[in-house]
């Protein structure tokens, strides 16, 4: 199977390609650096070396033979995208070509109008170029729970029976998001669902929710392989922001009260969902959609794990609420589905004081990187 | 009240910016010439002779003394359109700056991408400029009865409460749309509703059925102040191209069995309709949503009403059933509710034999512009 990787060089994507390619898939990664671009300009370098994308691909190709092709361009250059979908020929294409953080959709107006061109754009173009070069090609959409907000009713794995006035039919689960930049997932699932219907496309749509580690098989041969890892308020997940600032002496800042749930994985398993959804394809015209997560937690939770983590490994871990920048609510039901990866084979990996302490290890081999002024930039949503 | 139309060279935009003009409002219009310049380059040109902007306001000065301020420019250039918003300080904006083609959105990948992008970035720069300048205004955007497609169930008027598993809450009443112009409606909203939650905009959100005619008292003045008025596959809207078929000799092209329902208003009621919902504001961190429609018909009915005035008007006005260029339901459930506008005030102008009658007059002072070409041209959503 090939598969056509689209973002190839970002936190999900180089994991997921070192994995798919072990496999025996053949892979292709595309990169235009956005994201790397975006976090130096506004200096919120990731923890990690990282070598550019062809630079990981010949070091991946040195220690295990697996090859990755690489291109570097942006999918939201049609002529691009098409000529990259013309030659390889994809079986499977894994879209993780957006802008994929809250903060920074909510910065300026500049950031807002990016992450929405650029995320949608290069939905479309994905459609287009599945439809006029590849029909028979499965999409793997990432989305994410953020997509369906906090609601008052249990959320389903995207879709609803709605019963009204006596009558019945089968819709989208309501979504209502936190941020733009969640608004434009989505936007990219109504443009998605669209298609589908138009076209007969075949179409994962992956409801994730916040992903956590780095350690993979293939990310611990060499700490040139690890994955683009960012702890800073705009590009670090919640969970990851924790650990880095516990290993630099510096309070987990808790927005608000910490009551906040989210569905969160492990990276492992968002690969291994990925890898479930390509070997699983969904029929012509479907737009298939899970939710992608293993466990939830409360923000709070996730803080006192990791001061427990962290005071065992000696460090005085603070936890400290700061006025939250978001508008959200902090104590909220919370009450998703998320069985359907399961039923495809999925075996979680929860999150345990091990995994906790194997990244604590690597993190503190490069706490001299650390630079404990990106752990708050002051963005707000209001 | 100052109130800036963002599209107001349009076949809504212009009648709109007159009537409330007349009505003593201080107006200002926006426009890029967008609609135009597609017209041209895809020879879909209008019926009735098509002054500029700025021409047609000199001319509407003359005629009537009002006066309305024209700026050509690109509402999706943010600095554009600030500096207009800032000059202006507008009380209310109209939102009308949109591709509003459903055909023209499915002609190819440039046609999709335009309208995805000039209808999402105008909507956009619309929220943050309102949000930067004059974070009071109440904005207007024009929405569409598309946006719910077809369910099977009834069409409230853009809000459900939903039960589910002995719970509820309220959401957006879910969005299915039949093409992408459509879709970039669904994502509108998504945006506004937004910015609404977390910057407390106020926004009236108008989901209007297709609009027909075109005799308003001011385009009634003087033909030089008619209204952008299609009558091609692309631009037109059902039935002012009916009308425009059975003057020219041409069978009235129905898609498919013509039992597709839609709610349909005269452009009239569209203009009063905006009136009430300026004189009405939303209070601030509102997403008010009305549907815009004053009575349901199928194609069916309107290509007979058509079939039927034309008769007596001496035509020989066949009904032909083409093959369905759209992926549609034919024969489908259609119950929506549209009381919203009639409790704030609106006396709905209903589709009459004699409407159509004076339509169709002026229609044939201008039958030497018809070119029947434009009637079928071939554009497929599959």
């Known amino acids: 199977m090939r598969i056509l990787i689209l973002g190839g060089d970002g936190y999900l994507g180089w994991p997921t390609a070192m994995a798919l390619s072990k496999k025996g898939f053949e892979i292709m990664v595309v990169d235009n650096y956005l994201r790397r671009n975006l976090c130096r300009n506004l200096n919120v370098e990731p923890l990690f070396p990282l070598p550019n994308l062809l630079e990981r691909a010949k070091i991946l190709k040195e220690i295990t033979g697996n090859c990755i092709s690489v291109r570097i361009g942006d999918c939201s250059n049609y002529t691009f995208l098409t000529k990259t979908v013309r ?14 953080s809250a903060p920074y959709s909510m910065l300026d107006h500049e950031a807002a109008l990016l992450t929405l061109s650029n995320n949608l754009e290069s939905t479309l173009n994905v459609a287009w170029a599945v439809r006029e070069i590849v029909p028979e090609c499965h999409i793997i959409k990432l989305g994410t729970m953020g997509e369906y907000g906090t609601p008052d009713i249990d959320i389903e ?158 460090y005085d871990v603070k936890i400290q609420n700061t006025k939250n920048p978001r508008i959200e609510r902090e104590e909220h039901y919370y009450n998703p589905v998320y069985s359907g990866l399961q039923e495809l084979g999925l075996k979680p990996t929860y999150l345990t004081d091990d995994t906790l302490q194997r990244a604590f290890k690597k993190i503190e081999e490069y706490s001299q990187n650390i630079k404990s002024d990106v752990f708050t930039l002051g963005i707000k949503w209001g």
Chains 1, 2 share one sequence.
């Open 157 to 314: 794995e995207g879709w609803i029976e709605i019963q009204h006035k006596g009558r019945k039919d089968r819709f989208l689960f309501p979504r209502q998001a936190g941020s733009l930049y969640h608004t434009t997932k989505i936007q990219d699932t109504d443009l998605l669902w669209f298609y589908v219907r138009t076209w007969n496309l075949r179409v994962t749509d992956l409801m994730q929710g916040p992903v956590y580690g780095f350690l993979t098989k293939e990310t611990m041969l060499d700490d040139r392989l690890l994955t683009f890892f960012n702890y800073d308020e705009l590009f670090g997940t919640v969970l990851n922001r924790f650990m880095v600032q516990a290993v630099a002496g510096y309070p987990l800042t808790v927005y608000g009260s910490g009551g906040q749930t989210r569905g969160y994985i492990n990276l492992i398993d968002s690969i291994a969902c990925i890898e479930l959804a390509a070997t699983n394809p969904p029929k012509p015209g479907e737009l298939r959609i899970f939710n992608q997560i293993t466990e939830t937690f409360t923000v709070k939770q996730l803080a006192e794990l990791v001061r427990k983590v962290g005071r065992n490994r000696g």
């Open 87 to 100: 030659d390889f020929q994809p079986d499977t294409i894994i879209h993780f070509a957006e802008q994929p």
